[in-house]
């Protein structure tokens, strides 16, 4: 039985464990294929947009942003939940995407990069031919 080419099979997994470490908290993600790409959103409310550094190396997607802390001088906290500093979050790409082709943009606080499937991992129809088995067989009727 043939399965559907999925090649971010491994993606749940790799989600849920980078959904329980800390560097995820600063760093929410929606993943979602639509047509022949994937779409991650992450959010990054409040980074400087020029901070956001996303690389490819080998099959890991890396996104890096910062946050500037606000100077704690003359200030007396009553609440401080935001988080700042750097954050770090990465992803695993199955073989079926094309590297060469992600796109990253940021607008609203969010990130969003879309990564393509590649056109030899995107499934075909292969047309299939048939010959006309009948034959006529020459010979003289006694």
Do not use: C
């Amino acid at each position: 039985m043939a399965r559907a080419f999925d090649p971010f099979r491994e993606m749940d997994r790799w989600i849920g464990d980078f959904s329980r470490t800390p560097a995820s908290n600063g760093m929410p993600m929606d993943l979602y294929r639509e047509g022949d790409a994937f779409v991650a959103k992450i959010d990054l409310p409040g980074v400087d947009p020029a901070s956001i550094d996303v690389d490819v190396d080998e099959r890991t997607l890396t996104v890096r942003a910062e946050r500037a802390a606000i100077p704690a001088q003359d200030k007396k906290w009553l609440v401080r939940e935001r988080p700042s500093g750097t954050f770090a979050r990465q992803l695993t790409l199955g073989y079926g995407v094309a590297l060469d082709k992600i796109e990253a943009s940021y607008a609203d606080g969010v990130l969003e990069l879309t990564i393509p499937v590649a056109e030899e991992a995107k499934p075909r129809k292969i047309a299939v031919t048939h010959a006309d088995t009948a034959q006529q067989i020459e010979g003289s009727v006694e």
